[in-house]
């Protein structure tokens, strides 16, 4: 969660009801646009809101403010269209320590969650924001799981080639297939099998291989397997 925002400071004036009006559109900042950029997707206020980078405003008045998020990240208040709002929501101004330059911080930090509050003045204005990072957590630990078949199917063809270490390379191809069943793994089982003789294992994995192989687009050893299925049913 990264926010990019103009600091501007207070240099002796009155800010809030003054300098920035109450009951109008701020852009939350100064100069640009302040933009709040989420790498995945969150919720705000309980409402979700998807990965992006968005536009940051706040209309604020003497007792509540409304924080707008806005799909146009380089809107400003002249620019502005509301049918981009993403979410709005109210929030309570509360009293903090006087700041001469606004700031956005960081704080409440949890697992899956953290608190922006923009502070400036003796005024602070908070949004959580929360993230499912158990989701994303078990979403990255599978993907990382589900490409680990290819490293492993490709050590057992080094061990397979040339007869390196058979029963090594038996044991890394099974355990590429108990990550994930592919064509090219239950290839490589099948030929690992048929080097000892064992045609009759070696059969049907070459056969649910080119089952598998004929679904994808990269099937590039369909011949190999044609003519070893030939070759090994008459062998079995």
Do not use: C
């Not at 924080?67 to 400003?76: H, L, M, T």
């Not at 994303?136 to 990382?144: G, K, P, R």
């Amino acid at each position: 969660v990264t926010v990019d925002y103009s600091s501007p400071g207070l240099k002796g004036r009155k800010v809030f009801g003054t300098l920035v009006p109450y009951a109008q559109l701020w852009r939350a900042g100064a100069n640009a646009a302040t933009k709040l950029t989420f790498g995945s997707d969150v919720v705000i206020a309980d409402k979700p809101v998807a990965a992006g980078t968005y536009s940051l405003f706040f209309i604020p008045t003497a007792k509540t403010w409304t924080v707008v998020i806005n799909k146009n990240k380089d809107a400003g208040t002249q620019s502005y269209d509301e049918k981009l709002d993403v979410l709005r929501f109210e929030a309570k101004p509360e009293k903090a320590p006087k700041r001469e330059r606004l700031a956005y911080i960081f704080s409440n930090t949890g697992d899956d969650s953290v608190r922006i509050d923009m502070e400036w003045d003796e005024l602070r204005v908070s949004i959580p924001v929360k993230v499912d990072t158990t989701g994303l957590t078990a979403a990255a630990i599978q993907a990382h799981l589900d490409g680990n078949w290819r490293p492993l199917a490709a050590a057992a063809r080094y061990y397979a080639d040339a007869g390196k270490d058979s029963a090594k390379a038996l044991e890394l191809v099974n355990a590429s297939l108990a990550v994930k069943t592919t064509w090219f793994a239950l290839w490589t089982k099948a030929q690992i099998v048929s080097a000892g003789g064992n045609f009759k294992d070696a059969y049907p994995l070459a056969e649910k291989a080119y089952e598998l192989g004929n679904k994808d687009a990269y099937f590039f050893w369909k011949a190999d397997v044609e003519k070893a299925l030939a070759d090994w049913k008459s062998k079995i």
